[in-house]
């Protein structure tokens, strides 16, 4: 399994922070079927092939992910779309 790992810096509150990734895990959960539910400020995902969370604290955005053997191969394109979106919502 491939793992991935991604911290963002951010300056908002984490209330501010949290209602971001619930814009986003809406579109995952549109876009790729993912589950997602709140534990706290951590935000756990999964569906076929990935398991992950997104946890929100002061001044940070932790993505975390295991990827299943067919996404796999995927990782660098993975990664970079996340980062991307890290960046845009949270640079």
Same mark, same amino acid.
């Given at each position: 399994?491939?793992? /991935? ?6 300056? +908002?509150?984490?209330?501010? #922070? ?24 951590? +935000?756990?995902?999964?569906?076929? !092939?990935?398991? !992950? #969370? /997104? #946890? ?11 990827? !299943?053997? +067919? ?10 779309? /996340? !980062?991307?979106? +890290? ?5």
């Amino acid at each position: 399994m491939a793992k /991935i790992d991604i911290r963002r810096p951010h300056s +908002l509150s984490v209330a501010d #922070a949290r209602s971001i990734v619930d814009r986003v895990a809406e579109r995952m959960r549109e876009k790729f079927g993912t589950d997602s539910q709140w534990s706290g400020d951590t +935000l756990t995902f999964q569906r076929s !092939g990935v398991k !992950g #969370a /997104i #946890a929100v604290v002061p001044g940070e955005v932790h993505v975390t992910a295991e990827l !299943g053997m +067919l996404l796999s191969p995927l990782k660098g394109t993975i990664e970079d779309e /996340i !980062g991307r979106k +890290l960046d845009e919502h949270f640079a």
